[in-house]
C-alpha cells in the first residue's frame, strides 16, 4: 500500500523545546516537500529536498531544520527559535522538483504551549 | 504581488446543484494550474490539473477552466455531494514541485 505517512496526528510540546515530526514515503519519489498551513491560509514552502543528502530552504525555513539520509525519510525538527510553531504541518512528495505532482501525507498538528 | 487568491472565502451549495469556485491568478509565467481539495484535518488530495496550452480539462464530475487573459481558473463540480464538503485550494506552477504557489482556500458547504 504505497503513500506517505506522518506521524503522530497530534503533538503536544512546551515552549522552548525541540521536537522532531516524522515523514515517511515509499512511492519510491525522490523529491520530498515540508509545508505549513495557518488556519486561513495556504499552504508555505519550510523546506525540500531533490535527492538523499541534499536540501534547500524554503520561504519560512528560519526555526526549522531538516535531513534526508534515506530516500524514504525527510524528518522536520521545530526547534525553540521559531516563535509560532503551533500550525498544521504537511509532508509531501513527488517524482522530482523538476515535475509538478506532490503527493501529500495526512498531516501533524503541533500544539506548543 | 505573485499571488494565487480566491474571489470567495466559502461557498455553500444545495446537494445536487453544481458547485464553480474561482480562483485568480497574477503571474502570467505559470503554466501549470491544480486544483486539491482538502477534507478537515487531512492532507490536500488532487482533484485535476490543466496547462496553459489548454483552456478546459475535464474529470469525473469536475471540470477546470482556464482564462488566460484575465488570470481566471474554475472549479466547476457537476451534481454536488455532500462527501465534495472541504476545503478547495488551487495553486500555481512556475517551474517544478518547489515553485508551487497554493491560494488560501474556498471552503465548500453542501446542504442536504
Known amino acids: 500500500d504505497g503513500g506517505i505517512t506522518q506521524s503522530p496526528k497530534y503533538l503536544f510540546r512546551k515552549e522552548g523545546q525541540n521536537v522532531t515530526l516524522s515523514c515517511e514515503q515509499n512511492?519510491?519519489?525522490?523529491?520530498m516537500y515540508w509545508y505549513r498551513q495557518d488556519p486561513g491560509q495556504g499552504l508555505r514552502l519550510i523546506y525540500y529536498?531533490?535527492?538523499?543528502?541534499?536540501?534547500q530552504k524554503g520561504d519560512i525555513a528560519e526555526g526549522y531544520s531538516v535531513s534526508r539520509e534515506k530516500k524514504e525519510s525527510f524528518p522536520l525538527t521545530v526547534t525553540s527559535a521559531q516563535k509560532n510553531p503551533t500550525a498544521f504541518y504537511l509532508c509531501a512528495s513527488g517524482p522530482g522538483t523538476g515535475t509538478y505532482e506532490q503527493y501529500f501525507g495526512p498531516g501533524t498538528r503541533l500544539t506548543v504551549t | 504581488g505573485e499571488s494565487v487568491g480566491l474571489h470567495l472565502p466559502t461557498l455553500s451549495v444545495q446537494e445536487g446543484d453544481n458547485s464553480i469556485i474561482n480562483c485568480a491568478y497574477s503571474n502570467s509565467a505559470s503554466d501549470y494550474f491544480i486544483w486539491y481539495k482538502q477534507e478537515s484535518g487531512k492532507g490536500p488530495q488532487f482533484i485535476i490539473d490543466?496547462?496553459?496550452?489548454?483552456d478546459k480539462r475535464q474529470g469525473q464530475r469536475v471540470t477546470v477552466l482556464l482564462n488566460k487573459t484575465v488570470k481566471h481558473l474554475s472549479l466547476q463540480i457537476a451534481a454536488t455531494q455532500p462527501g465534495d464538503s472541504a476545503v478547495y485550494f488551487c495553486?500555481?506552477?512556475?517551474?517544478?514541485?518547489?515553485?508551487?504557489?497554493f491560494g488560501a482556500g474556498t471552503r465548500l458547504f453542501v446542504k442536504a
Open positions: 512511492l519510491n519519489h525522490d523529491a
Open positions: 529536498s531533490q535527492i538523499v543528502n541534499d536540501f
Open positions: 490543466i496547462r496553459s496550452n489548454m
Open positions: 495553486a500555481e506552477n512556475r517551474g517544478g514541485g518547489f515553485k508551487t504557489i
